[in-house]
Protein backbone atom coordinates (compact mmCIF):
# COMPACT_ATOMS: atom_id res chain seq x y z
CA UNK A 1 0.00 0.00 0.00
CA UNK A 2 2.90 2.57 0.88
CA UNK A 3 4.22 1.58 -2.54
CA UNK A 4 0.77 2.50 -4.04
CA UNK A 5 1.14 5.76 -2.30
CA UNK A 6 4.84 6.81 -3.23
CA UNK A 7 4.27 5.88 -6.92
CA UNK A 8 0.53 7.83 -7.21
CA UNK A 9 2.68 11.03 -5.30
CA UNK A 10 5.56 10.53 -7.70
CA UNK A 11 2.98 10.64 -10.38
CA UNK A 12 1.26 13.65 -9.53
CA UNK A 13 4.51 15.74 -9.12
CA UNK A 14 5.29 14.72 -12.13
CA UNK A 15 2.24 15.79 -14.06
CA UNK A 16 1.17 19.06 -12.28
CA UNK A 17 4.43 20.68 -14.35
CA UNK A 18 3.08 18.84 -17.30
CA UNK A 19 -0.34 20.09 -17.05
CA UNK A 20 1.22 23.71 -16.58
CA UNK A 21 3.08 23.52 -20.01
CA UNK A 22 0.10 22.40 -21.85
CA UNK A 23 -1.79 25.06 -20.29
CA UNK A 24 0.79 27.52 -21.53
CA UNK A 25 1.36 26.08 -24.57
CA UNK A 26 -2.69 26.27 -25.39
CA UNK A 27 -3.16 29.55 -24.02
CA UNK A 28 0.23 30.57 -25.24
CA UNK A 29 -0.93 33.90 -27.50
CA UNK A 30 -3.92 35.05 -24.48
CA UNK A 31 -0.66 34.77 -22.27
CA UNK A 32 1.32 36.38 -24.30
CA UNK A 33 -1.03 39.38 -25.05
CA UNK A 34 -1.75 39.65 -21.44
CA UNK A 35 1.66 40.50 -20.34
CA UNK A 36 2.44 42.73 -23.54
CA UNK A 37 -0.74 44.55 -22.20
CA UNK A 38 0.59 44.44 -18.45
CA UNK A 39 4.09 45.88 -19.87
CA UNK A 40 2.26 48.99 -21.84
CA UNK A 41 -0.18 49.17 -19.07
CA UNK A 42 -3.21 49.07 -21.18
CA UNK A 43 -4.90 47.45 -18.92
CA UNK A 44 -8.83 49.34 -18.79
CA UNK A 45 -11.22 49.26 -16.02
CA UNK A 46 -14.99 50.43 -16.74
CA UNK A 47 -16.42 53.09 -14.35
CA UNK A 48 -19.52 53.39 -14.50
CA UNK A 49 -20.16 54.19 -18.03
CA UNK A 50 -16.36 54.93 -18.62
CA UNK A 51 -13.33 52.77 -19.64
CA UNK A 52 -10.36 53.84 -18.02
CA UNK A 53 -6.25 52.80 -18.47
CA UNK A 54 -4.51 52.22 -15.50
CA UNK A 55 -3.04 54.82 -15.55
CA UNK A 56 -6.16 56.83 -15.70
CA UNK A 57 -7.44 54.71 -13.25
CA UNK A 58 -4.58 54.76 -10.47
CA UNK A 59 -4.52 58.64 -11.02
CA UNK A 60 -7.80 58.87 -10.10
CA UNK A 61 -8.23 56.46 -7.11
CA UNK A 62 -4.82 58.25 -6.32
CA UNK A 63 -6.42 61.46 -6.19
CA UNK A 64 -9.33 60.49 -4.03
CA UNK A 65 -6.86 58.91 -1.24
CA UNK A 66 -4.13 61.74 -0.93
CA UNK A 67 -7.92 64.20 -0.96
CA UNK A 68 -8.87 61.69 1.87
CA UNK A 69 -5.96 62.47 4.13
CA UNK A 70 -5.72 65.40 3.45
CA UNK A 71 -9.31 65.99 4.86
CA UNK A 72 -8.23 63.67 7.83
CA UNK A 73 -5.12 65.89 8.63
CA UNK A 74 -7.02 68.94 8.60
CA UNK A 75 -9.85 67.16 11.11
CA UNK A 76 -6.94 65.86 13.40
CA UNK A 77 -5.40 69.84 13.21
CA UNK A 78 -8.64 71.54 14.24
CA UNK A 79 -9.08 68.83 17.11
CA UNK A 80 -5.52 69.02 18.37
CA UNK A 81 -6.41 72.82 18.12
CA UNK A 82 -9.43 72.81 20.48
CA UNK A 83 -7.84 70.77 23.02
CA UNK A 84 -4.68 73.06 23.25
CA UNK A 85 -6.92 75.99 23.65
CA UNK A 86 -8.78 73.77 26.16
CA UNK A 87 -5.60 73.56 28.43
CA UNK A 88 -4.80 77.16 27.95
CA UNK A 89 -7.67 77.95 29.73
CA UNK A 90 -7.11 77.87 33.31
CA UNK A 91 -10.71 78.65 34.96
CA UNK A 92 -12.22 76.20 32.50
CA UNK A 93 -15.33 74.09 33.76
CA UNK A 94 -14.69 70.90 34.62
CA UNK A 95 -17.14 70.10 31.41
CA UNK A 96 -14.77 71.47 28.67
CA UNK A 97 -12.86 68.15 28.31
CA UNK A 98 -15.95 66.75 27.59
CA UNK A 99 -17.20 69.26 25.49
CA UNK A 100 -13.84 68.68 23.23
CA UNK A 101 -14.76 64.98 23.56
CA UNK A 102 -18.03 65.09 22.44
CA UNK A 103 -16.50 68.11 19.26
CA UNK A 104 -14.22 65.47 18.08
CA UNK A 105 -16.60 62.86 17.94
CA UNK A 106 -19.15 64.46 16.44
CA UNK A 107 -16.81 66.18 14.04
CA UNK A 108 -15.86 62.72 13.37
CA UNK A 109 -18.61 61.06 12.71
CA UNK A 110 -19.77 64.08 10.35
CA UNK A 111 -16.32 63.21 8.33
CA UNK A 112 -16.91 59.70 7.64
CA UNK A 113 -20.69 60.07 7.50
CA UNK A 114 -21.97 58.72 4.20
CA UNK A 115 -23.22 61.48 2.12
CA UNK A 116 -27.04 61.88 0.57
CA UNK A 117 -27.31 64.05 -2.54
CA UNK A 118 -29.58 66.56 -1.29
CA UNK A 119 -33.01 65.82 -2.67
CA UNK A 120 -33.52 68.65 -5.15
CA UNK A 121 -30.25 67.54 -6.97
CA UNK A 122 -30.94 64.70 -9.26
CA UNK A 123 -29.46 66.08 -12.30
CA UNK A 124 -26.26 67.36 -13.35
CA UNK A 125 -24.82 69.14 -15.89
CA UNK A 126 -20.93 68.90 -15.92
CA UNK A 127 -18.53 70.00 -17.79
CA UNK A 128 -15.18 68.89 -18.74
CA UNK A 129 -13.27 68.56 -21.69
CA UNK A 130 -11.79 65.44 -20.45
CA UNK A 131 -14.85 63.54 -18.64
CA UNK A 132 -13.29 60.52 -17.87
CA UNK A 133 -10.95 62.41 -15.43
CA UNK A 134 -14.43 62.44 -13.03
CA UNK A 135 -15.07 59.19 -13.83
CA UNK A 136 -15.16 58.04 -9.99
CA UNK A 137 -17.08 61.01 -8.80
CA UNK A 138 -19.54 60.78 -11.75
CA UNK A 139 -19.84 57.24 -10.75
CA UNK A 140 -20.58 58.29 -7.15
CA UNK A 141 -23.26 60.24 -7.94
CA UNK A 142 -25.00 57.72 -10.06
CA UNK A 143 -24.84 55.52 -7.35
CA UNK A 144 -26.78 57.68 -5.47
CA UNK A 145 -29.82 57.92 -8.27
CA UNK A 146 -28.04 61.29 -10.22
CA UNK A 147 -28.56 61.59 -13.09
CA UNK A 148 -25.28 63.26 -15.25
CA UNK A 149 -25.12 64.94 -18.30
CA UNK A 150 -21.63 65.83 -20.03
CA UNK A 151 -20.40 68.22 -22.15
CA UNK A 152 -17.08 69.16 -23.52
CA UNK A 153 -17.12 72.81 -23.88
CA UNK A 154 -18.79 76.04 -23.31
CA UNK A 155 -21.02 75.68 -26.31
CA UNK A 156 -22.15 72.29 -26.24
CA UNK A 157 -22.62 72.93 -22.35
CA UNK A 158 -24.99 76.15 -23.14
CA UNK A 159 -27.22 73.78 -25.01
CA UNK A 160 -27.47 71.56 -22.98
CA UNK A 161 -28.45 73.86 -20.47
CA UNK A 162 -31.01 75.93 -22.91
CA UNK A 163 -33.18 71.99 -23.79
CA UNK A 164 -32.51 70.41 -20.78
CA UNK A 165 -33.20 70.80 -17.35
CA UNK A 166 -30.79 70.26 -14.38
CA UNK A 167 -30.63 71.03 -11.18
CA UNK A 168 -26.91 72.30 -10.89
CA UNK A 169 -23.94 72.96 -12.91
CA UNK A 170 -20.50 71.42 -12.40
CA UNK A 171 -17.87 73.05 -14.23
CA UNK A 172 -13.59 72.75 -14.63
CA UNK A 173 -11.67 75.79 -15.59
CA UNK A 174 -8.86 74.89 -18.27
CA UNK A 175 -10.19 73.18 -21.39
CA UNK A 176 -10.48 73.41 -25.05
CA UNK A 177 -12.73 75.93 -26.61
CA UNK A 178 -13.26 76.11 -30.36
CA UNK A 179 -9.50 77.02 -31.78
CA UNK A 180 -8.46 78.04 -27.85
CA UNK A 181 -6.42 74.82 -26.82
CA UNK A 182 -5.99 76.26 -22.99
CA UNK A 183 -8.88 78.51 -22.00
CA UNK A 184 -8.60 78.60 -17.94
CA UNK A 185 -11.45 81.29 -17.69
CA UNK A 186 -13.87 79.01 -19.57
CA UNK A 187 -15.60 77.85 -16.25
CA UNK A 188 -15.83 81.34 -15.30
CA UNK A 189 -17.09 82.26 -18.86
CA UNK A 190 -19.85 79.82 -18.21
CA UNK A 191 -20.86 80.67 -15.10
CA UNK A 192 -21.28 84.00 -16.00
CA UNK A 193 -23.50 83.15 -18.97
CA UNK A 194 -25.78 80.68 -17.07
CA UNK A 195 -25.98 83.63 -14.35
CA UNK A 196 -27.53 85.58 -16.87
CA UNK A 197 -30.06 83.33 -17.53
CA UNK A 198 -30.86 81.62 -14.31
CA UNK A 199 -30.27 83.08 -10.86
CA UNK A 200 -30.75 80.71 -8.64
CA UNK A 201 -29.22 77.16 -10.19
CA UNK A 202 -26.09 76.72 -7.81
CA UNK A 203 -22.86 76.32 -10.29
CA UNK A 204 -19.44 74.67 -8.62
CA UNK A 205 -16.22 75.72 -10.40
CA UNK A 206 -14.33 72.07 -9.46
CA UNK A 207 -10.63 72.50 -10.89
CA UNK A 208 -7.12 71.41 -9.66
CA UNK A 209 -5.66 74.13 -8.00
CA UNK A 210 -7.33 77.30 -6.41
CA UNK A 211 -5.97 80.62 -5.20
CA UNK A 212 -7.24 83.57 -3.89
CA UNK A 213 -7.80 85.57 -6.93
CA UNK A 214 -9.62 82.46 -8.31
CA UNK A 215 -12.06 83.03 -5.41
CA UNK A 216 -12.38 86.33 -5.90
CA UNK A 217 -13.59 85.46 -10.12
CA UNK A 218 -15.87 83.05 -8.86
CA UNK A 219 -17.89 85.22 -6.73
CA UNK A 220 -18.08 87.51 -9.33
CA UNK A 221 -19.11 85.19 -12.01
CA UNK A 222 -21.89 83.67 -9.53
CA UNK A 223 -20.64 80.68 -8.98
CA UNK A 224 -21.87 79.26 -5.66
CA UNK A 225 -18.38 77.79 -5.20
CA UNK A 226 -15.23 76.86 -5.79
CA UNK A 227 -13.35 73.67 -5.01
CA UNK A 228 -10.76 71.35 -5.57
CA UNK A 229 -11.39 68.29 -3.12
CA UNK A 230 -13.78 66.19 -4.27
CA UNK A 231 -14.36 65.47 -1.38
CA UNK A 232 -15.51 69.19 -0.99
CA UNK A 233 -17.71 68.53 -3.87
CA UNK A 234 -19.67 65.88 -2.96
CA UNK A 235 -20.42 67.35 0.19
CA UNK A 236 -21.52 70.73 -1.13
CA UNK A 237 -23.95 68.68 -3.31
CA UNK A 238 -25.64 67.35 0.19
CA UNK A 239 -25.78 70.25 2.01
Known sequence: MDDISTLIESIATILWPIIVLVI????????????????????????GEMELSMDEF???????????????????????????????QPEASPAAPSSVKNAREHTETDAIEDLDIDDDITDI?????????????????????????????????????????????????????????HNCQAGFELASQIRELDEDIPIYIYTDKINARMKRKARTVGA???????????????D
Do not use: Y
Not at 36 to 45: D, L, P, W
Not at 227 to 234: A, M, N, R, V, Y
Open 24 to 47: IVIFRKSVDALINSARGRKFTVKI
Open 125 to 181: LWVDDHPKNNAFLIDSLNSRGVTVTTATNTQEAMDRFMHGSFDCIVSDTCRREGDTL
Open 58 to 88: SKQQGDMIKDLQNRVNELQSRIEADEENTLQ
Open 224 to 238: TAITSSPSELLKLLS
